[in-house]
């Protein structure tokens, strides 16, 4: 019998290909496509043939493919010389990982690009066993951990500046931890918010989410308000006793709000607590085994209460194992107008009303620095939709710390615009512009006309925008 011949024919290599469950594109030096499987027909939902001989850009050109950048990633390739790796959104709503590889000839000119295209829910369950080791698998589990993020943070967190999605992108990973975290920044800029974040994303999530914030408990009920006390214990205690704050967080989360208030006697009783995994309530014989995560949060420096001997360094440790700092609002210009939208539908909704920011209003907001954080822009907020008279919200109507930006050079109206990616200060103008203009039109119809847009255009990027 003869063997069989051990290669393989160049028709039955495009056939091979096509059972594979990764799509693939094949383009000449130029970018001309001149092959593509059929699981990348099957994936974009439209047959690969027929861009056969055309540019590979038209695809993003004629196929709604949202890009990450303005560039194309063959011009990328083309111009560093090196495979390129970007998460797409296509008109599908999937979103996709493309790696674009060069192959070279042997004078080092790119004669051909190939194109390998994954859906990232399929990659998703092959996250864990990719290799971490590998540089390929590494630019993966960042391309998967920032759209985990989006997915993990919900309808209520609203972020768009890059510094806050690392953050929520670290607190993601610690979630799976039992590490002690310290919170730190200015009141008001969400480290309540972001403790929950964590412990919703945690193995602990179905247990319970105790938030102790220290500056509101009178400094002589720490102690009965953290670690309980036993029947018949003092004058005027539960005759059945009581569980402790510390107690409710057994199995769960125990978030310790505003630490730095905590009297030095009971900074020591913690300690020993987080120490020996047990506590003992006042009057009580026996320790009880307890079993938490510690999760805590302060606006003020303790490595200086520390110097000042206000508090302890052993717990101090303790207690910062990972520290994430979160940054005023004055400095993520780009979460004003997204925070403002999102405080006013929530609070429209709950008024039964229907008020709207006039585009001088998200101005201010955006030159505002905002010294109580997303706390004061959501008590501003609530309080312009319930005391405003009329649908439209408009400057004369706001706070007069906020008003007094009016008077601030007009060419400001976007805080640290250099900073500002395009695609947001972008959507800043847009919903500026269409707010004005469905402010001074009598129907969104001749409003659409004012923007030189047709109606259904318009009516999308109310939804988009919440307008």
């Known amino acids: 019998m003869g063997s069989k011949s051990p290669y393989i024919r160049m028709r039955d290599v495009s056939r091979v290909y096509d059972e594979l469950n990764i799509g693939i594109i094949i383009t000449n030096g130029d970018g001309i496509i001149i092959w593509g ?128 999605y690392n953050i929520y992108g670290k607190a993601l990973r610690l979630a799976s931890t039992s590490v002690s975290v310290m919170l730190t920044g200015e009141s008001g800029v969400g480290k309540d918010v972001l403790a929950k974040f964590i412990h919703q994303n945690s193995p602990r ?3 319970n989410f105790i938030h102790v914030n220290m500056a509101t408990i009178p400094p002589a009920l720490f102690e009965s308000e953290l670690f309980g006390y036993a029947p018949g ?17 057994n199995n769960g989360t125990l978030f310790l709000d505003e630490i730095g208030e905590l009297p030095l006697d009971i900074q020591a009783k913690l300690l020993q607590v987080i120490q020996n995994k047990e506590i003992r309530a006042i009057g009580a014989l026996e320790a009880a085994p307890v079993d938490f995560r510690i999760i805590c949060a302060t606006n003020r ?9 206000e508090f302890r360094l052993d717990l101090y440790y303790r207690l910062n194992t990972i520290e994430l700092f979160l940054p005023p609002l004055r400095e993520r210009p780009t979460d004003i107008p997204l925070l403002a939208t999102w405080f006013l539908n929530h609070y429209n909704q709950q008024n039964r009303c229907s008020k709207h920011l006039s585009s001088d209003v998200l101005q201010l907001f955006s030159r505002y620095s905002w010294p109580g954080n997303v706390r004061e822009l959501q008590h501003t907020i609530e309080s312009l939709v319930v005391l405003c008279p009329t649908e439209t919200i408009t400057t004369d109507q706001l706070p007069e710390e906020i008003y007094s930006a009016h008077h601030q050079n007009p060419l400001s109206s976007i805080v640290n615009i250099e900073e500002m990616h395009l695609k947001d200060a972008v959507e800043l103008l847009e919903t500026q512009m269409i707010q004005s203009a469905l402010k001074n039109s009598p129907c969104a119809a001749q409003a659409a006309q004012k923007l030189g847009i047709d109606a259904s255009t318009l009516s999308k990027k109310r939804k988009r925008y919440g307008i």
């Not at 214990?233 to 967080?249: C, E, P, R, Y």
């Open 301 to 309: 420096d303790l490595l200086q209460m520390v110097k000042h001997h």
């Open 233 to 249: 214990s003092f004058t005027g205690a539960a005759k059945n006793g009581k569980n402790g704050l510390i107690q409710l967080a």
């Open 37 to 164: 499987n059929r699981y990348y027909s099957k994936l974009a939902q439209f047959d690969i043939r027929t861009y056969f001989g055309r540019n590979v850009r038209e695809i993003s050109q004629r196929e709604d493919v949202s890009l990450p950048t303005e560039s194309y990633i063959i011009d990328t390739v083309l111009r560093t010389r090196q495979t390129q790796t970007e998460v797409v959104r296509y008109h599908t709503a999937d979103y996709v990982l493309t790696t674009a590889i060069p192959i070279f000839n042997e004078e080092k000119a790119i004669d051909f690009i190939i194109y390998s295209i994954t859906n990232y829910s399929e990659l998703m369950n092959l996250q864990e066993a990719a290799s971490k080791s590998s540089m390929q698998a590494l630019a993966l589990e960042n391309h998967l951990r920032n759209i985990q993020i989006q997915q993990s943070v919900g309808k209520n967190i609203i972020i768009s500046d890059k510094q806050m």
């Open 205 to 207: 999530k179905d247990e």
